[in-house]
């Protein structure tokens, strides 16, 4: 077996967390696939995967050994596309990360699309609400929302959403619309606990920030439940206007608090390898970022103007 052989099992086990499933996987045998594990630690020197009963996960010398491993084997790829004359045709596996819900909404439907006009190339999604590290998941784009730290992963601006409070007509008309934040302090209010969410909203008041603390009424663990509440009218919520745009244009939610909003946050289509990006990441970024640019829901942010 030769070294790309290995380099290929060895980052399959990585990224599927086991023998047995990188071994369905590539069509070998569980035992091949452990043989050649052991005859890469071996050749290296150095122990790249940490094994238990249960899971195998990477090491720290593992961790950058993958990351040269699928730097080679994408590079190695494209030189042979490019010297059979296919450069410019997409093949290959796609690992694409998301958050859960703006996946559902925008980004499913562009990876079905991008799928249609790519044959030859499959896509595995990631849809979580947490940031996953692309180099230690195998990540080959990302849709963050929120600003970015600095790394040396390429990024693109694509939209912004705003963090608005809405709440369904008929919950207003019991109990009025509120005009200042400090006024949600004794409101009924549905929360969620979702991975980012914070117990205190806050807000710009004439350029000073306040915060408050409300006391929620019903607290869920995701955001699709905590619209779905509002829009029973149970109480006002905190969300992202990207999540609420349909539920805005059909009237079953109003935004209120406009004024009070937080600067909008930033969508980045973010991705590893630059120019050098096999044409399969190149491709579906470009995809990408006109499906998402082209999109009212994360350009505008004026859309969703509070009823008066």
Not at 171 to 198: C, D
Not at 261 to 266: A, I, N, Q
Request: proline share 6%.
């Amino acid at each position: 077996m030769d070294r790309f052989q290995e380099m290929q099992i060895f980052a399959t086990v990585a990224q599927e967390q086991g023998f047995s499933a990188a071994a369905r996987r590539l069509g070998l045998s569980a035992a091949s696939v452990t043989r050649a594990v052991a005859a890469l630690e071996q050749r290296i020197g150095t122990q790249l995967l940490i094994r238990t009963t249960r899971t195998v996960h990477l090491s720290e010398a593992g961790q950058r050994y993958l990351e040269d491993c699928r730097r080679i084997l994408a590079e190695v790829q494209e030189a042979e596309d490019s010297a059979a004359g296919s450069h410019a045709q997409p093949r290959g596996q796609l690992t694409v990360t998301a958050p859960v819900l703006f996946g559902e909404l925008f980004v499913t439907p562009l990876m079905a699309a991008y799928l249609t006009q790519y044959p030859d190339v499959s896509i595995n999604a990631l849809l979580v609400d947490r940031v996953v590290s692309m180099v230690e998941e195998g990540i080959d784009v990302a849709v963050r929302i929120g600003e970015l730290p600095d790394s040396n992963q390429h990024a693109i601006r694509v939209g912004e959403v705003r963090r608005v409070i809405c709440a369904s007509p008929a919950y207003l008309a019991r109990y009025g619309r509120p005009e200042h934040p400090q006024a949600l302090a004794g409101a009924p209010v549905v929360a969620t606990s979702a991975i980012g969410q914070l117990r205190n909203w806050p807000f710009v008041d004439q350029g000073e920030a306040i915060s408050v603390r409300p006391e929620p009424r019903l607290v869920v663990t995701a955001n699709q439940a905590a619209i779905a509440a509002a829009c029973l009218g149970l109480g006002l919520t905190r969300v992202l206007s990207y999540q609420v745009a349909g539920k805005v244009a059909s009237g079953e939610l109003e935004i209120v608090l406009a004024d009070f909003e937080l600067p909008p946050l930033p969508i980045h289509v973010v991705y590893q390898g630059g120019r050098k990006a096999p044409a399969r990441v190149r491709s579906f970024v470009d995809h990408a970022m006109k499906v998402l640019r082209e999109h009212p829901a994360l350009q505008n942010a004026a859309l969703f103007h509070p009823v008066k």
